[in-house]
């Protein structure tokens, strides 16, 4: 099936500082795809490309099957964003406004805005029409987004550090919805975060960048079913990385940490190390910080 989001060798100067480089990375359909990476890693910027919103130095974007850069005619892109439902951080309607005023602001934007839908996720999420924006908890501004988000019929999710600040009920909440949204195996979410325990939880594939440039590019079960943290002394440290490919070592004052691609294999070939299944947490750590054997 076509993948609902692709970037293919996306690069974009942003500054001295900052760029971009070759980020290629798909969506496909019926996935939750966990995008990751330290802060200033680029994950807002690449969603920014993805969405047509920034111009590229190079690479391609393809929303739907059709390409979408910033050079695509106005139309075009206006037609391929209406299918994506957005979610920010922090809620971008206009403080002032009630809640019962958001509809007649957002809905005319999309052609298939549902306006039963969105009662009911109002509904549903028990918002009050009458509280202003300013005054909506983190978790509520999040909700009264996600309404927005699900009422035109979008194909495509894109969350962009909407679990940051909200309690675990809340967080569990909204992966309750995500999951619920890709279960017709049609649809797809694009969530960046922090907090990876929700993508160890909810996430199919999990996409890390840092500094502009993607690190890896996994089905979740190969971080948190195959991989694992062996915990060992350093002669053992030494023993394990030579005789295993695609290690790699955090030191301690005592003590090694590795990590190592199949947590299984380790415990079989070496029963003397203790070793752990990693968390996407673990994975991350190791992949942007931990020593190369
Ligand atoms: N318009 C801009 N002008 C200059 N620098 C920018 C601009 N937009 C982003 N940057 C820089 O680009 C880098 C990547 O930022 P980006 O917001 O994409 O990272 P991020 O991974 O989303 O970070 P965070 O997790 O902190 O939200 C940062 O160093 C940021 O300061």
Redesign the pocket.
């Known amino acids: 099936m076509q993948n609902l989001l692709e970037l293919k060798g996306v690069s974009r100067r942003?500054?001295d500082?900052?760029s971009l480089r070759d980020v290629t990375l798909a969506v496909e359909p019926g996935q939750i795809v966990g995008f990751v990476?330290?802060?200033?890693?680029?994950?807002?910027?690449?969603?920014?490309a993805a969405l047509g919103l920034i111009k590229l130095d190079a690479g391609e974007v393809r929303l739907f099957g059709q390409r979408c850069g910033a050079d695509a005619p106005d139309e075009t892109q206006r037609c391929l964003r209406s299918r994506v439902g957005l979610v920010l951080?922090t809620c971008p309607f206009p403080s002032t406004l009630k809640v019962g005023q958001i509809e007649p602001l957002v809905g005319p934007a999309y052609p298939t805005w549902d306006r039963k839908t969105f009662a009911g996720f109002i509904d549903r999420f028990g918002l009050d029409s009458k509280t202003k924006v300013k005054d909506l908890s983190r978790g509520m501004g999040m909700k009264l987004q996600l309404a927005c988000a699900l009422s035109h019929n979008a194909k495509l999710l894109v969350l962009?550090?909407a679990t940051a600040g909200l309690d675990p009920m809340a967080r569990e909440e909204l992966l309750d919805e995500l999951l619920a949204f890709v279960a017709d195996g049609q649809r797809s979410v694009l969530l960046?975060s922090?907090i990876t325990s929700d993508l160890d939880r909810a996430a199919d594939r999990v996409i890390c960048?840092d500094n502009?440039s993607i690190v890896f590019d996994l089905p979740r079960e190969d971080i948190t079913d195959r991989a694992g943290i062996a915990h060992c002394t350093q002669a053992q440290a030494a023993e394990l990385m030579a005789c295993v490919e695609g290690t790699r070592a955090a030191r301690h004052a005592y003590s090694v940490d590795v990590l190592v691609p199949n947590h299984r294999e380790v415990l079989e070939a070496f029963p003397e190390i203790p070793c752990d299944r990693a968390t996407i947490d673990d994975y991350l750590r190791f992949m942007l910080k931990g020593a190369l054997k």
């Open positions: 942003v500054s500082r900052f990476g330290a802060n200033g890693a680029g994950k807002t910027t690449t969603i920014r951080d962009d550090e960046s922090h960048i502009g």
